[in-house]
């Protein structure tokens, strides 16, 4: 089985910016405060592992349901890369990270890994579009491989950083992050327009119709 190089790292890119695990790491700091370091570790595994089971969930049963409300592929597409654009949107102007942070404050529990890091923090509705979107350019057992392959690395990188939470804090800093998160917007803003042009496209509107 010959991968397509271009899809993984359309994929790669798409779920790193979607997840945004640099981003999520000060409010894992700001929802783990006064945590020990072993108990961070266990509050990571947990979110990490949750959103997998999320992610993977919509990325087996995602299109069949759209298939049985009668949506279709495309359809989905232009909407999930609307949604994409609005995310991308809310990352260069700073109103996603707003949100995050008005979660961790009026949601106070002693265990934060499930709700609200897991869900919606790590597997948000811009994850659950993402997953669905990527499985629909690419179907088969190579398309899922991909994706799901994608998106365990994301996972494993989003735990690394959560682990090393209070470290890099230290060390790129607020306007580091800041700096960080716009880059990730723009490329989230480019990619989600190319998903509204494929779905486009395959209604035969564009140059990429028929």
């Not at 790292?9 to 700001?30: K, N, Q, R, Y």
């Not at 996972?155 to 090393?164: D, E, K, Y």
Request: aromatic share 8%.
């Amino acid at each position: 089985m010959i991968f397509d190089t271009a899809f993984i790292i359309t994929a790669l890119v798409t779920m790193l910016v979607v997840i945004d695990p640099i981003g999520i790491a000060p409010l894992f700091l700001a929802l783990t405060r006064g945590m020990t370091p072993a108990q961070r570790r266990r509050v990571a595994l947990r979110a990490t592992a949750t959103a997998g089971f999320v992610l993977a969930l919509f990325a087996f049963f995602g299109e069949a349901l759209l298939g049985f409300v009668g949506i279709s592929m495309p359809a989905f597409r232009i909407a999930g890369g609307i949604l994409l654009f609005l995310t991308a949107l809310d990352m260069l102007f700073e109103r996603r990270t707003k949100r995050r942070e008005d979660k961790t404050e009026d949601e106070e529990t002693e265990d934060p890994s499930v709700f609200p890091l897991a869900i919606p923090l790590i597997a948000g509705p811009g994850a659950i579009a993402s997953v669905i979107l990527l499985m629909g350019e690419k179907p088969g057992a190579e398309g899922m491989i991909t994706v799901l392959g994608i998106t365990a690395l994301t996972l494993i990188l989003m735990t690394l950083v959560l682990m090393a939470s209070s470290v890099l804090d230290r060390v790129i800093g607020k306007t580091g992050i800041d700096v960080i998160t716009r880059i990730l917007g723009m490329l989230l803003a480019a990619l989600s327009v190319q998903f509204v042009l494929d779905g486009l496209a395959a209604f035969g509107f564009g140059p990429g119709a028929g």
